[in-house]
T-cell receptor
Framework: GAGVSQSPRYKVAKRGQDVALRCDPI?????LFWYQQALGQGPEFLTY????????KSGLPSDRFFAERPEGSVSTLKIQRTQQEDSAVYLC??????????????FGPGTRLTVL | KQEVTQIPAALSVPEGENLVLNCSFT??????LQWFRQDPGKGLTSLLL?????REQTSGRLNASLDKSSGRSTLYIAASQPGDSATYLC???????????FGAGTILRVKS
């Protein structure tokens, strides 16, 4: 596709439910990032993949958060036993990994998660 | 730990004014700095990217400068238009290909 796509765009979950958020990066992009954006704040880093390898998960707030990218393309962010504080916009970004590139990150539209 | 601060938090100006948005960061060891625009309910659109070795970048009515040693960047918008109304985010990348650290953003409103 032309850009990064995410689905669903909106998700409402009852507290305690599990949710799965999907990210389709730009074709051929090696790096994939997940960020969490609370209302009125800037995005905060959650985790980072290079191909299928998860190189950094230091931003995941708890062990209820899990991300995977099994074939080095599509990625899924899973949140188990959702809590109200998980309500936020979850942004996915991808970037190429080519020598001499600026390594710019391209963002998807985000998934707005509301936990009731 | 890298921290990014943006001032002002909000700005309202009449159409046609030139304006400056400020960004500061605590660790000057950065690989690049990006300015983004975010419209309500939308994702981030990259406006300008400045490599650590560069001093400024320009795109149309936008000009971004970088003073790495002092940990500052400014985004200059010339002849502002109502369509420029959005949240502007500044972000720094510490190492090649690594995560971005964002400021909280400046909410800009340009009145017609």
């Amino acid at each position: 596709g032309a850009g990064v796509s995410q689905s669903p765009r909106y998700k409402v979950a009852k507290r305690g439910q599990d949710v799965a958020l999907r990210c389709d990066p730009i074709s051929g992009h090696v790096s994939l990032f997940w960020y969490q954006q609370a209302l009125g704040q800037g995005p905060e880093f959650l985790t980072y993949f290079q191909n299928e390898a998860q190189l950094d998960k230091s931003g995941l707030p708890s062990d209820r958060f899990f991300a995977e990218r099994p074939e080095g393309s599509v990625s899924t962010l899973k949140i188990q036993r959702t809590q109200q504080e998980d309500s936020a916009v979850y942004l996915c970004a991808s970037s190429p990994w080519t020598s001499g590139s600026q390594n710019e990150q391209f963002f998807g539209p985000g998934t707005r998660l509301t936990v009731l | 730990k890298q921290e990014v601060t943006q001032i002002p938090a909000a700005l309202s100006v009449p159409e046609g004014e030139n304006l400056v948005l400020n960004c500061s960061f605590t660790d000057s060891a950065i690989y690049n700095l990006q300015w983004f625009r975010q419209d309500p309910g939308k994702g981030l659109t990259s406006l300008l990217l400045i490599q650590s070795s560069q001093r400024e970048q320009t795109s149309g009515r936008l000009n971004a400068s970088l003073d790495k040693s002092s940990g500052r960047s400014t985004l200059y918008i010339a002849a502002s238009q109502p369509g420029d109304s959005a949240t502007y985010l500044c972000a720094v990348m510490a190492e090649y290909g690594n995560k971005l650290v964002f400021g909280a953003g400046t909410i800009l409103r340009v009145k017609s």
